[in-house]
């Protein structure tokens, strides 16, 4: 079975973020490229989701990829994996788990 994505809230929540702010700082055609970026990313991990990091530091299972100026976190899940948070890289990344 093909593996997919699913996004948390909180994940869906930083992504419209993520757009906003770059719309807002770099114009809308670079906001759907980085969008597009992300997007080919989780593709990605839902392909090979052994790549990121294990972050179990942060919280058990949890798995960390970054891409250019974000951290993703997810977790493998038997069909999918679940994306929790897609947060600036330069973000204090921990205290958002707690």
């Known amino acids: 079975m093909k593996r997919l994505y699913e996004l948390s ?3 869906d ?4 973020a993520i757009v906003k ?12 490229d980085y969008l597009g970026g992300v997007h ?5 991990l839902s392909r090979q989701p052994e790549a990121g990091k294990k972050r179990n530091e942060i919280e058990v299972g949890l798995r960390s ?5 974000h951290t993703i976190f997810y977790r493998i899940m038997p ?3 679940w994306i929790a948070r897609i947060l600036h890289s330069r ?3 921990p205290r958002f788990f707690l």
């Not at 080919?40 to 990605?44: G, V």
């Open 13 to 16: 929540a930083d992504l419209d």
């Open 79 to 81: 069909d999918k994996i």
């Open 91 to 93: 973000r204090d990344l």
């Open 40 to 44: 080919e990313t989780l593709l990605m």
């Open 65 to 69: 990829f970054i891409f250019e100026y």
């Open 21 to 32: 702010y770059t719309i807002n700082e770099h114009g809308a055609v670079q906001a759907s």
């Open 9 to 11: 809230q909180a994940a």
